[in-house]
């Protein structure tokens, strides 16, 4: 918004008298014969809002967290050095930078300075916002300039000061392009359009665009690219004989052109008071051309520019490997137009194409429909814009943007990250659908019922996203050894030629500085982290931190609680003992009274026999729990319900056939609660355990095959306990029953004195034990388990999963080692040759560290379960020809393209508000 003046202003609005200028009519776009002419789209008639006294203004405060997608991200260096470029903004409070998701996350406090600042600081340091375009609709650049008082070159500064604005374009039409932070929460969004709303005279509307323009990214392929048949030439002169000041003068050519965005970077870094990799190169790259070793010089410069690009390709792909594990929703939604038209089930999805991290799958191929017309119109929105009610569409592969009651269509859904099923879930109209999960086959037709912080899994989401994050302590003392590695580097290569080699072969200075940069050995541990915990989320666990899969990954001892891990916790009454005298039904309907407020597996199994029956419990009050059972007062009489071997400490008196009973129960492995009135016995129940979960005896003979001992351990009797540890093949020593809570605690705090221990159980009544084991891991649903209770939670449908889940905890494991190893190695290899002068040329340098950092990235993105690292390396050479090919056509339009416009509208029907 206009304001008043101040130290960290982008605008000023004073003493500027902007002369009348006579409206210019528009000039119709030339169009090249024989050129392919682009969509017509219909512009939005230009509304001329009244002119606004700008001292009037309200001027954006508050505080406000933010988050967005960066280009180019991808090397805790890089974040790092951004982290410390950004800390001079006061604006900016808490950041965190992300290079494995390619993300930033911050509060910003508006009080203090712009958002758009922030942005301009990481564009500089080459991070540019990875959002798209959106064109402000119903006006341009002359009509803000006259409704504001300013000069027409001051617009977009104007509109830089505005909150929720990331950055600024103003076509070649004088139409404004902006870019928004993507979903911000709803006072941020209600900020922004009404301060728009104050500097264009009336509500914004935006239309998603796209532009000509190259990103950072890629004016440092296109350097890299020209560079090549420059050194093409550089050769052939050698060859030929030419001139030196010939082949200077090309070379220094092709050095400009193919460096200039390192050299920006560079000089970005440098003002920011950091010291990086593209510094170091940009130095390099220079001294060579000083000497006039124009090949080296060139082939630095084409190697970093190429290589770069394949680093960020390669994890960009990996970040969307790594996607659909309940981490994080879509940041755009397709909304409906037309809701009342049904959507026709002939749309048929074949194959995907890997797109950003930002934007969910796109086919390759355009939809297969039929021809009756009954196919919806629809426009892709940001997911801010949409509201309770929006008719949604989600296709096959997609996340879904928002919950829904699906409307039309029928398909399945992925629900392995919530409840760890393999299959994908059935859905169809009536069904209700979660943001955050995966649509495996579709499409359907959503009505939105809640949105962003509303979701149903709105908090897990967060949780698992902040889990993923959160780094590892090995990271952090890998960014330490960095920190104090980089100036011994700096140093120690002035040192080394100072004393070792001649005054004037100063080039060993800027080989030790190029190949000494520990880029690769900053991603060896990151990479494998984010990838396993990808994997683990989809598989349906959620993991808090890399560095608890490090943990499980040394386990040499299980701890299983039976019930709701090995079992399903659902027993089925066996028998009903009741004693001589005494009436069944009265028997039955006081022990119902005394459970119908448990939550027990006993009381629940009790309670659905009652209902099978159509008998209604008594009404028992004051219920309360004691040890090993519950009592209460029915009718003025003392009542329990306990465990049967506890009778004797109460002081109940048993009646034979009951004693009995309980002798045979004991002998056949069966759980028994006895029912008591005025200390006396008047029942026993009988609860049998035959509901072993499938893959419990796999789960057990896997862990002893990898060398894991394994007991079971169980409040429930020990018979009952032992004869279930003999079902699944471990013997009575293993078998542990009759533990209270505390006395689990003490045996796995006894057991985490020899061993690197692994405890098993439900999250709430064995949150102790889980807390004193190595490994803590809380069996139960994404909704349901205590979060805070484990290091893991997993779904108990699946208790195999645990095996998988050790196993990728090995892989990962291995895969750090190896990285860490790897890129160690490289850079000791690479110094000792330096020095001993095995080689001496800059381009051999910069080759080989470039590439340990793209095989740390491959072997750390393969954890992720969707490719191997050759697949990955295909990929990502193939999307560096099609970016190179998507490069040229971009120049080819934007100078030579038939419209003079560098904008590229989609339908109009597009416009959001």
């Given at each position: 918004m206009a304001g008043k003046d101040d130290d960290e202003s982008f605008l000023s609005l004073e003493d500027e008298e902007p002369k009348p200028k006579k409206p210019k009519k528009a000039k119709k776009p030339k169009q090249k014969q024989n050129s392919k002419p682009k969509a017509q789209t219909k512009q939005p008639e230009i509304i001329d809002a009244e002119i606004v006294d700008n001292t009037v203004i309200e001027q954006a405060g508050g505080k406000y967290e933010v988050e967005w997608p960066l280009i180019g991200m991808d090397c805790p260096d890089c974040a790092s050095k951004a982290m410390r470029g950004l800390s001079h903004l006061k604006q900016v409070v808490e950041p965190e930078i992300s290079a494995t998701a390619g993300e930033i996350k911050l509060t910003v406090d508006l009080d203090q300075g712009l958002l758009s600042q922030v942005s301009t600081v990481m564009k500089s340091l080459g991070h540019p916002p990875n959002v798209p375009l959106n064109l402000l609709t119903s006006t341009n650049v002359e009509a803000v300039a006259k409704r504001n008082s300013i000069l027409k070159k001051d617009v977009k500064k104007l509109f830089m000061r505005q909150p929720g604005i990331l950055d600024v374009e103003i076509s070649k039409d004088d139409e404004v392009l902006l870019q928004l932070v993507p979903a911000p929460r709803k006072e941020l969004r209600e900020l922004r359009d009404r301060s728009l709303s104050q500097v264009i005279g009336f509500e914004p509307k935006f239309v998603e665009a796209s532009t000509n323009r190259l990103r950072p990214d890629q004016w440092r392929l296109f350097g890299g690219t020209i560079a090549i048949p420059i050194l093409l030439i550089i050769f052939l002169g050698d060859l030929l004989g030419w001139s030196p000041i010939i082949l200077g003068l090309i070379g220094a050519y092709g050095v400009m052109i193919g460096g200039l965005q390192m050299f920006h970077e560079a000089v970005a870094s440098l003002l920011s008071k950091q010291m990086g990799f593209q510094v170091l190169t940009s130095i390099a790259v220079i001294g060579a051309a000083i000497l006039g070793m124009?090949?080296?010089?060139?082939?630095?410069?084409?190697?970093?520019?190429?290589?770069?690009?394949?680093?960020?390709?390669?994890?960009?792909?990996?970040?969307?490997?790594?996607?659909?594990?309940?981490?994080?929703?879509?940041?755009?939604?397709?909304?409906?137009?037309?809701?009342?038209?049904?959507?026709?089930?002939?749309?048929?999805?074949?194959?995907?194409?890997?797109?950003?991290?930002?934007?969910?799958?796109?086919?390759?191929?355009?939809?297969?429909?039929?021809?009756?017309?009954?196919?919806?119109?629809?426009?892709?929105?940001?997911?801010?814009?949409?509201?309770?009610?929006?008719?949604?569409?989600?296709?096959?592969?997609?996340?879904?943007?928002?919950?829904?009651?699906?409307?039309?269509?029928?398909?399945?859904?992925?629900?392995?990250?919530?409840?760890?099923?393999?299959?994908?879930?059935?859905?169809?109209?009536?069904?209700?659908?979660?943001?955050?999960?995966?649509?495996?086959?579709?499409?359907?037709?959503?009505?939105?019922?809640?949105?962003?912080?509303?979701?149903?899994?709105?908090?897990?989401?967060?949780?698992?996203?902040?889990?993923?994050?959160?780094?590892?302590?090995?990271?952090?003392?890998?960014?330490?050894?960095?920190?104090?590695?980089?100036?011994?580097?700096?140093?120690?290569?002035?040192?080394?030629?100072?004393?070792?080699?001649?005054?004037?072969?100063?080039?060993?200075?800027?080989?030790?500085?190029?190949?000494?940069?520990?880029?690769?050995?900053?991603?060896?541990?990151?990479?494998p982290h984010a990838a396993a915990l990808s994997r683990a989320s989809r598989m349906g666990a959620i993991v808090r931190g890399g560095d608890i899969l490090e943990r499980l990954s040394k386990v040499n001892h299980v701890l299983l609680d039976k019930t709701?891990?090995?079992?399903?916790?659902?027993?089925?009454?066996?028998?009903?003992?009741?004693?001589?005298?005494?009436?069944?039904?009265?028997?039955?309907?006081?022990?119902?009274?005394?459970?119908?407020?448990?939550?027990?597996?006993?009381?629940?199994?009790?309670?659905?026999?009652?209902?099978?029956?159509?008998?209604?419990?008594?009404?028992?009050?004051?219920?309360?729990?004691?040890?090993?059972?519950?009592k209460g007062f029915a009718s003025g009489n003392e009542v329990l319900f306990i465990r049967a071997d506890m009778a004797s400490k109460h002081k109940i008196t048993v009646p034979d056939e009951i004693v009995d009973a309980i002798k045979q129960a004991k002998h056949e492995g069966l759980g028994a609660s006895v029912l008591t009135k005025d200390s006396t016995a008047i029942a026993l129940f009988t609860f049998v355990h035959d509901d072993t979960r499938e893959g419990s005896r796999e789960l057990i003979h896997s862990l002893i095959a990898r060398g894991i001992s394994v007991e079971i351990i169980s409040g429930d009797q020990q018979s009952s306990v032992t004869n279930f540890a003999n079902s699944v093949g471990l013997p009575e020593s293993a078998a542990l029953g009759e533990l209270s809570p505390e006395d689990k605690v003490r045996w796995v705090e006894d057991r985490s004195k020899s061993h690197v221990t692994m405890m098993v159980g439900d999250g709430f009544n064995d949150s102790a034990a889980l807390a004193v084991a190595d490994i803590g891991i809380a069996v139960g649903t994404g909704e349901s388990v205590n979060l805070e209770a484990a290091d893991i939670m997993f779904p108990g449908d699946e208790p195999k999963m645990l095996v998988d889940l050790y196993d990728l905890s090995v892989k990962m494991n291995r895969a750090l080692i190896g990285n860490i190893l790897m890129s160690v190695s490289i850079t000791i290899i690479l110094v000792v040759s330096v020095i001993n002068q095995f080689y001496d040329q800059l381009w051999v340098g910069v080759l080989i560290h470039e590439g340990s950092v793209l095989l740390v990235i491959l072997n750390g993105a393969r954890l992720s379960g969707k490719g191997n690292m050759f697949s990955m390396l295909y990929l990502t050479m193939k999307n560096l020809w099609l970016d190179i090919v998507q490069l040229f056509k971009q120049l080819r339009e934007h100078y030579f393209g038939s419209d003079s416009s560098n904008l590229i509208l989609p339908n109009q029907n597009h416009a959001t508000s």
């Amino acid at each position: 918004m206009a304001g008043k003046d101040d130290d960290e202003s982008f605008l000023s609005l004073e003493d500027e008298e902007p002369k009348p200028k006579k409206p210019k009519k528009a000039k119709k776009p030339k169009q090249k014969q024989n050129s392919k002419p682009k969509a017509q789209t219909k512009q939005p008639e230009i509304i001329d809002a009244e002119i606004v006294d700008n001292t009037v203004i309200e001027q954006a405060g508050g505080k406000y967290e933010v988050e967005w997608p960066l280009i180019g991200m991808d090397c805790p260096d890089c974040a790092s050095k951004a982290m410390r470029g950004l800390s001079h903004l006061k604006q900016v409070v808490e950041p965190e930078i992300s290079a494995t998701a390619g993300e930033i996350k911050l509060t910003v406090d508006l009080d203090q300075g712009l958002l758009s600042q922030v942005s301009t600081v990481m564009k500089s340091l080459g991070h540019p916002p990875n959002v798209p375009l959106n064109l402000l609709t119903s006006t341009n650049v002359e009509a803000v300039a006259k409704r504001n008082s300013i000069l027409k070159k001051d617009v977009k500064k104007l509109f830089m000061r505005q909150p929720g604005i990331l950055d600024v374009e103003i076509s070649k039409d004088d139409e404004v392009l902006l870019q928004l932070v993507p979903a911000p929460r709803k006072e941020l969004r209600e900020l922004r359009d009404r301060s728009l709303s104050q500097v264009i005279g009336f509500e914004p509307k935006f239309v998603e665009a796209s532009t000509n323009r190259l990103r950072p990214d890629q004016w440092r392929l296109f350097g890299g690219t020209i560079a090549i048949p420059i050194l093409l030439i550089i050769f052939l002169g050698d060859l030929l004989g030419w001139s030196p000041i010939i082949l200077g003068l090309i070379g220094a050519y092709g050095v400009m052109i193919g460096g200039l965005q390192m050299f920006h970077e560079a000089v970005a870094s440098l003002l920011s008071k950091q010291m990086g990799f593209q510094v170091l190169t940009s130095i390099a790259v220079i001294g060579a051309a000083i000497l006039g070793m124009w090949e080296e010089a060139l082939m630095v410069v084409i190697l970093v520019a190429i290589a770069g690009h394949l680093e960020t390709s390669a994890l960009e792909n990996a970040r969307e490997l790594m996607q659909g594990g309940l981490d994080r929703i879509p940041r755009t939604a397709r909304k409906v137009l037309n809701p009342s038209i049904k959507l026709s089930q002939t749309v048929q999805f074949t194959s995907f194409s890997i797109q950003p991290s930002s934007t969910p799958l796109q086919p390759l191929e355009a939809p297969q429909r039929n021809n009756d017309k009954s196919v919806e119109e629809h426009e892709t929105i940001s997911l801010d814009l949409v509201n309770i009610g929006d008719i949604l569409e989600v296709r096959s592969g997609e996340l879904i943007p928002a919950d829904g009651i699906i409307v039309d269509g029928f398909g399945a859904l992925d629900k392995a990250p919530l409840t760890g099923e393999s299959a994908p879930v059935e859905v169809e109209k009536g069904d209700e659908l979660n943001a955050g999960l995966v649509l495996s086959r579709g499409p359907v037709l959503i009505e939105v019922t809640a949105v962003g912080e509303d979701t149903r899994l709105s908090g897990l989401i967060d949780a698992i996203h902040s889990f993923k994050e959160q780094k590892a302590p090995i990271q952090n003392q890998i960014e330490k050894f960095t920190a104090i590695w980089v100036p011994i580097v700096l140093i120690g290569a002035l040192v080394v030629w100072y004393f070792f080699f001649p005054t004037n072969n100063w080039k060993i200075i800027l080989l030790l500085w190029v190949v000494a940069c520990p880029c690769a050995l900053l991603l060896a541990a990151a990479m494998p982290h984010a990838a396993a915990l990808s994997r683990a989320s989809r598989m349906g666990a959620i993991v808090r931190g890399g560095d608890i899969l490090e943990r499980l990954s040394k386990v040499n001892h299980v701890l299983l609680d039976k019930t709701g891990t090995l079992t399903s916790g659902k027993p089925k009454i066996g028998s009903i003992i009741i004693a001589k005298g005494r009436q069944r039904k009265s028997a039955l309907a006081l022990a119902g009274g005394l459970e119908k407020r448990s939550s027990h597996p006993y009381a629940i199994a009790i309670l659905e026999y009652l209902d099978s029956e159509s008998i209604n419990p008594t009404s028992v009050a004051g219920i309360t729990d004691i040890e090993a059972g519950v009592k209460g007062f029915a009718s003025g009489n003392e009542v329990l319900f306990i465990r049967a071997d506890m009778a004797s400490k109460h002081k109940i008196t048993v009646p034979d056939e009951i004693v009995d009973a309980i002798k045979q129960a004991k002998h056949e492995g069966l759980g028994a609660s006895v029912l008591t009135k005025d200390s006396t016995a008047i029942a026993l129940f009988t609860f049998v355990h035959d509901d072993t979960r499938e893959g419990s005896r796999e789960l057990i003979h896997s862990l002893i095959a990898r060398g894991i001992s394994v007991e079971i351990i169980s409040g429930d009797q020990q018979s009952s306990v032992t004869n279930f540890a003999n079902s699944v093949g471990l013997p009575e020593s293993a078998a542990l029953g009759e533990l209270s809570p505390e006395d689990k605690v003490r045996w796995v705090e006894d057991r985490s004195k020899s061993h690197v221990t692994m405890m098993v159980g439900d999250g709430f009544n064995d949150s102790a034990a889980l807390a004193v084991a190595d490994i803590g891991i809380a069996v139960g649903t994404g909704e349901s388990v205590n979060l805070e209770a484990a290091d893991i939670m997993f779904p108990g449908d699946e208790p195999k999963m645990l095996v998988d889940l050790y196993d990728l905890s090995v892989k990962m494991n291995r895969a750090l080692i190896g990285n860490i190893l790897m890129s160690v190695s490289i850079t000791i290899i690479l110094v000792v040759s330096v020095i001993n002068q095995f080689y001496d040329q800059l381009w051999v340098g910069v080759l080989i560290h470039e590439g340990s950092v793209l095989l740390v990235i491959l072997n750390g993105a393969r954890l992720s379960g969707k490719g191997n690292m050759f697949s990955m390396l295909y990929l990502t050479m193939k999307n560096l020809w099609l970016d190179i090919v998507q490069l040229f056509k971009q120049l080819r339009e934007h100078y030579f393209g038939s419209d003079s416009s560098n904008l590229i509208l989609p339908n109009q029907n597009h416009a959001t508000s």
